[in-house]
C-alpha cells in the first residue's frame, strides 16, 4: 500500500504522470513485480518496508529544508526589490523634476513664479561661451585664487606628478586626511588639460600589457578601491585600468577616490582609463551627495571646485574600446548607438548629461519655444543611452522609464550593435549586482559593480573584470568587512540587509501619515481599528507609490490579530516625523512637515541648484517660491500662507534669509519607542 | 447578510426580477481574489523584466515561499502542468496563476504535521540516540532520497552547528528550524 503513495503523505488520490529524476535504492526487481506481499517473504517484505520507510523520511527532511531556504530567498529577494524601488524611484525623480522645469521654460508659461524657479534652477553656471567661456573658468578656478596656510598639516604635492605623490595621497587618505583645496584645484587642472586631448572613445590595446583590469561603479568608497589595488596592484605602465565611472555620488569619500584615480591618470596617461558615468553629472550630484561632501568638506572654497567639476565631467570620455574588441561602457546601447557617430560629437558641449546646454536659456526670463533640430536631439540621445540604459531579457528596445533616461535594450540589440561594430563583448556597469557582477544577454553583457555593500552592509559583494588578450575576462569578487565582524550564517545575513530595508519602510510610513490613516479610515468606516490584508496592501502600495510585496513583508510592518485582520495604526509604532527647530508645531504644521519631509530630497535638490554660490542660504522669497513650485510639479499642495508662515518662524534672525541646511537637518525620524534616540 | 431590499445589491435584471446576492459565492470569490493577489506578488518578487515571465529555475523558489512543501519530483509535476513547450525556459503568469490557484484551493503539498518530521528524524536515528551526526546526516541526505548538493548541504549542517552542539544535532531543535514561518 506504500509503492504509490510513500512519496506524497498529503496528496490526495490522484492519477499523476510519472516521475522524472528519482533516486530510489528501491530493488529494480521488486519494483516491477507483483504487489510485494505475494511475492517475497515476511522478512524481505519488512525490510523493504524498512527501506521505503527511511528513503521516504529523508525526503521529508529534505523538502522541508528547500521550503525554509526558499523562505530566505525570497525574503532576500524582497529586500533587494526594497532597495532598488527606492534607488530608482529617486532618480526618476529627479529626471521628472528636470524634465518639468525644462517644459516649464520652453513653452510660454503663465506662471511666472514657477518659471522663474526653474530658469534659476537651471541657469548656467555661465553666460559666456567658447573662449571666453573657458578663460572665465580658469580665472575662476585657479589654483593660485587659493593660498596655502602654513598651519595646513596635510600632504603636499607639485607638478609634475610622480607616483610616490600618488602613494603620499592614497597613505593621507587612508588616515582620513584631506587634501588642500589649492592642491585639490591643481591635480584637477592638470586632469583637465589631459582629458581635453583624448577622444570621445578610448582606444585601449592590450598588446604591451597583455590585459587591463576594468573597474566598476565606485560610489564614494574608498575602502572597495583599496582592497582592488591591494588584490590587483596600484595602477602603472604595467597594470593598467579603466574605471568605467559612478566614481562620486553616495560614499562620502568621492572627491578622495576622484583624486586618486586622477593622479593615477596623470602619472600615467597611456596605461588609466575614465568612462563618464550617469553621476559625473553636476545636476545628479545635487541630490546625491557629492556637492554635500565637497561643501562639508571645503566650505567656501567649494563653489571653486564644483565649477570645475563640472567642466571636467563634460571632457571625460564616454566609453573604451579594448583590443578593437571589446566595448567597455557605464550604462550600456541602445537600437541607435553607433561608433562613427559617437566620435563626432563634441561631447564637451554636454556638461550635464540631463539637461544639456543648448536647451537652456543664457539668461534669466528667457523663454522661447526653441526648435531643437532633430539631429541633435539624436546625438543627444546617443550620449543619454550610453549612461543610462539597463539590459533587458526580452528582445527590442524600449526607453528605460523606471530610471527615467537611456533604454533598456534586449538581446536582440546587442547582437545586432556587436556585428555592426564587429565587437565581441560588452562590459558595462551601472546596476548593483548581488554578486558584484552578472552576465546576461548569451555572456554578450558583462556587468561589473565595484562597490560592495551598496545598500547595506551584507547586501552584496564587488567585483572587478581583468580583461586578458584573447581570452574571456576574470572576474574577481570581494566584498570589505569591518575586521571586527564575524561571519554571519545565511540567517544572519539576511536578517541584517532586510533590517535596513525595513527600516526605509517603516520611515516612509511615518513620513506618509496622514495620507495613509486618511485612506484607513476611508475604509474602515466603523473604527475598529482593522482592515483587510488586501486593503493594507493596495493603500501602503498607491500611497507610498512603491511596487513592492507588502504581502510578504507585511509580518514586520505591521500587527495582525488572530484572525488575520491588519491593525493599520501599528503601521506607525516604531517611528515618528519630529522638526527640530524652534518653531511652534500646530497640527497643521504637522501635516505641512510631513510633505515637506517627503520631498525632503526635491527640496534640497533645488535649493542647492538655486544657491549658486554654495552659501547655504536663500531668500525668504525663494524659500516660499521653491516650495509652492513643487507643489505644481508633483501634485503635492503645499498651502503657500503655511509655508510663509514657516519661513517666517524659521529665519530666527529675522534677517530675510534662511539658512536651508539647517532647515533640512532639522527634520528627524525618530524612533518612538525611545524619544531620547534620535536617527536621522 | 444581505436582503432583498439592499438597493446597492441588487441586480435589477431585463424582466424585473432581482437577483439575490449569493453571500458564500461572495465569499469563495474574496478568497479566490485573495489567492490571485498572493500568487501574483510572489511572482513579481522574481519577475526581473516585469513582463509578466519567470525563469522555470525559479519555480520552486516561488512555490516554496507561498508556504508549500512539495519535494523536487512534484515540483516537476507542477512546472511540467503550467510550461509552455514553445519556451520551456521561462513561465506565463497566466499559467502560473491557473495552476497554483487550484493547488492552493484544493490545499496540496501542504506538508505534514511537526510530529511527523520528527518522526523522520527518529526513524534515520538507528541507534536511537537522540541526535545525527554529520556523516549519519551526509549518508542519508547527500546519498538517498532527493539528494543535496554541496551548498545545500553546508546551510544544512550550519543549523546544526547554530545550536552549538559540536557536529551532533538534537532533532527537536532542528525541526523548529524546519518549520520556519514567514513571521519568525
Not at chain 1, 565587437?423 to 548569451?442: A, V
Not at chain 1, 564587488?462 to 584573447?470: F, H, I, W
Not at chain 2, 439592499?6 to 459565492?25: F, K
Not at chain 2, 539528494?147 to 544535532?169: G, R, S, V, Y
Amino acid at each position: 500500500m506504500f509503492s504509490d503513495r510513500w512519496l506524497c503523505f498529503c496528496c490526495p488520490q490522484m492519477h499523476k504522470p510519472p516521475r522524472r529524476q528519482m533516486v530510489a535504492p528501491i530493488d529494480e526487481v521488486h519494483a516491477q513485480s507483483n504487489p510485494p506481499h505475494l511475492q517475497i517473504s515476511r522478512t524481505k517484505f519488512q525490510e523493504k518496508k524498512r527501506s521505503d520507510l527511511t528513503l521516504a523520511s529523508v525526503v521529508i527532511i529534505q523538502k522541508w529544508f528547500r521550503r525554509r531556504q526558499a523562505l530566505f530567498e525570497m525574503r532576500r529577494k524582497a529586500a533587494w526589490t526594497i532597495y532598488q524601488h527606492i534607488e530608482y524611484a529617486g532618480e526618476q525623480d529627479q529626471l521628472k523634476l528636470y524634465n518639468f522645469f525644462i517644459e516649464l521654460i520652453q513653452t510660454v508659461s503663465n506662471n511666472r513664479r514657477d518659471v522663474s524657479v526653474a530658469t534659476k534652477v537651471l541657469r548656467r553656471s555661465s553666460s559666456l561661451s567658447g573662449l571666453a567661456e573657458e578663460l572665465e573658468l580658469e580665472q575662476l578656478t585657479a589654483a593660485s585664487t587659493i593660498s596655502i596656510e602654513p598651519t595646513y598639516q596635510g600632504p603636499h604635492i607639485n607638478l609634475p606628478l610622480t607616483k610616490e605623490h600618488f602613494e603620499v595621497l592614497i597613505l593621507a587618505f587612508q588616515r582620513g586626511e584631506l587634501l588642500h583645496p589649492h592642491y585639490v584645484l591643481v591635480i584637477l587642472h592638470e586632469l583637465r588639460r589631459l582629458l581635453k586631448t583624448l577622444p570621445n572613445v578610448n582606444v585601449v590595446s592590450t598588446h604591451l600589457t597583455k590585459f587591463v583590469t576594468v573597474v566598476g561603479d565606485l560610489h564614494g568608497s574608498l575602502a572597495d578601491l583599496m582592497i582592488i589595488f591591494h588584490k590587483n596592484g596600484l595602477p602603472s605602465n604595467e597594470n593598467p585600468y579603466i574605471f568605467n565611472g559612478d566614481i562620486v555620488d553616495r560614499g562620502f569619500q568621492s572627491i578622495e577616490i576622484f583624486i586618486l584615480i586622477s593622479v593615477a591618470l596623470i602619472v600615467y596617461p597611456s596605461n588609466v582609463y575614465l568612462n563618464r558615468g550617469n553621476h559625473e553629472d553636476h545636476v545628479l550630484n545635487l541630490r546625491y551627495g557629492f556637492m554635500k561632501e565637497i561643501i562639508h568638506k571645503y566650505k567656501v572654497n567649494s563653489s571653486r571646485l564644483l565649477r570645475l567639476f563640472e567642466n571636467i565631467y563634460s571632457w571625460l570620455p564616454v566609453a573604451s574600446v579594448i583590443d578593437e574588441h571589446i566595448f567597455v561602457v557605464h550604462g550600456g546601447i541602445s537600437n541607435i548607438t553607433d561608433l562613427a557617430t559617437i566620435n563626432r560629437i563634441k561631447r564637451q558641449k554636454y556638461l550635464s548629461v540631463l539637461s544639456p546646454t543648448f536647451i537652456i536659456p543664457t539668461e534669466e526670463d528667457q523663454f522661447e519655444i526653441s526648435n531643437i533640430p532633430n539631429d541633435l536631439l539624436l546625438e543627444w540621445r546617443q550620449i543619454l543611452d550610453l549612461l543610462w540604459s539597463d539590459p533587458k531579457q526580452t528582445d527590442g528596445c524600449e526607453p528605460n522609464t523606471y530610471r527615467g533616461g537611456g533604454c533598456y535594450w534586449g538581446p536582440d540589440v546587442t547582437r545586432t550593435i556587436l556585428e555592426k561594430h564587429k565587437w565581441t563583448l560588452i562590459i558595462r556597469s551601472h546596476e548593483c549586482k548581488e554578486e558584484g557582477f552578472d552576465y546576461t544577454h548569451d555572456n554578450k553583457v558583462l556587468t561589473i559593480f565595484s562597490a560592495s555593500n551598496y545598500y547595506a552592509v551584507g547586501s552584496n559583494r564587488g567585483a572587478y573584470a581583468k580583461v586578458l588578450t584573447n581570452q574571456s575576462p576574470l572576474v574577481v569578487q570581494f566584498i570589505s568587512t569591518k575586521a571586527s565582524q564575524k561571519s554571519l550564517t545565511l540567517w544572519e545575513r539576511v536578517s541584517y540587509v532586510e533590517e535596513q530595508a525595513i527600516k526605509n519602510l517603516i520611515e516612509k510610513f511615518s513620513v506618509n501619515k496622514s495620507f495613509l490613516m486618511k485612506e484607513f479610515l476611508q475604509v474602515d468606516k466603523k473604527r475598529t481599528g482593522r482592515i483587510s490584508v488586501n486593503n493594507w496592501c493596495d493603500i501602503v502600495s498607491r500611497v507610498l507609490d512603491l511596487n513592492l510585496p507588502w504581502r510578504t513583508l507585511k509580518a514586520q510592518l505591521v500587527e495582525t490579530d488572530p484572525q488575520g485582520w491588519i491593525l493599520y495604526e501599528s503601521t506607525f509604532r516604531f517611528k515618528e516625523l519630529q522638526f527640530a527647530l524652534n518653531v511652534q508645531i500646530n497640527d497643521r504644521r504637522r501635516s505641512l512637515c510631513q510633505c515637506m519631509y517627503r520631498n525632503k530630497d526635491l527640496l534640497e535638490t533645488v535649493f542647492r541648484a538655486i544657491d549658486k554660490d554654495n552659501s547655504g542660504v536663500i531668500s525668504m522669497q525663494e524659500f516660499t517660491d521653491v516650495c509652492t513650485s513643487l507643489g505644481n510639479h508633483n501634485g503635492t499642495k503645499f498651502d503657500e500662507k503655511q509655508i510663509t508662515d514657516l519661513a517666517v518662524s524659521i529665519d530666527l534672525d529675522k534677517n530675510g534669509v534662511i539658512d536651508f541646511n539647517e532647515f533640512l537637518e532639522a527634520f528627524r525620524i525618530v524612533d518612538i519607542t525611545d524619544p531620547s534616540m534620535e536617527q536621522i | 447578510m444581505a436582503t432583498p431590499t439592499d438597493a446597492a445589491s441588487a441586480v435589477p435584471e431585463q424582466e424585473n426580477r432581482v437577483t439575490l446576492r449569493d453571500p458564500i459565492r461572495e465569499s469563495e470569490e474574496r478568497a479566490n481574489q485573495a489567492r490571485i493577489k498572493r500568487l501574483t506578488e510572489a511572482f513579481n518578487v522574481f519577475d526581473q523584466e516585469s513582463n509578466n515571465t519567470i525563469p522555470s529555475s525559479e519555480l520552486g523558489t516561488v512555490v516554496r515561499s507561498l508556504g508549500l512543501v512539495p519535494t523536487e519530483g512534484e515540483l516537476q509535476d507542477i512546472l511540467s502542468e503550467m510550461s509552455d513547450d514553445s519556451n520551456p525556459e521561462s513561465i506565463h503568469l497566466e499559467r502560473f496563476l491557473n495552476v497554483m490557484n487550484t493547488i492552493l484551493k484544493d490545499r496540496r503539498y501542504q506538508g505534514e504535521p511537526e510530529s511527523k518530521i520528527l518522526r523522520a528524524f527518529q526513524v534515520l536515528d538507528t541507534q536511537n540516540n537522540g541526535y545525527l551526526s554529520e556523516d549519519e546526516f551526509r549518508n542519508y541526505l547527500c546519498k538517498e532520497g532527493e539528494p543535496f548538493n554541496d551548498e545545500e548541504f553546508q546551510d544544512f549542517m550550519t543549523i546544526a552547528l547554530d545550536d552549538e552542539t559540536n557536529h551532533k544535532c538534537t532533532y527537536k531543535d532542528f525541526v523548529q528550524h524546519l518549520v520556519v514561518e514567514d513571521n519568525d
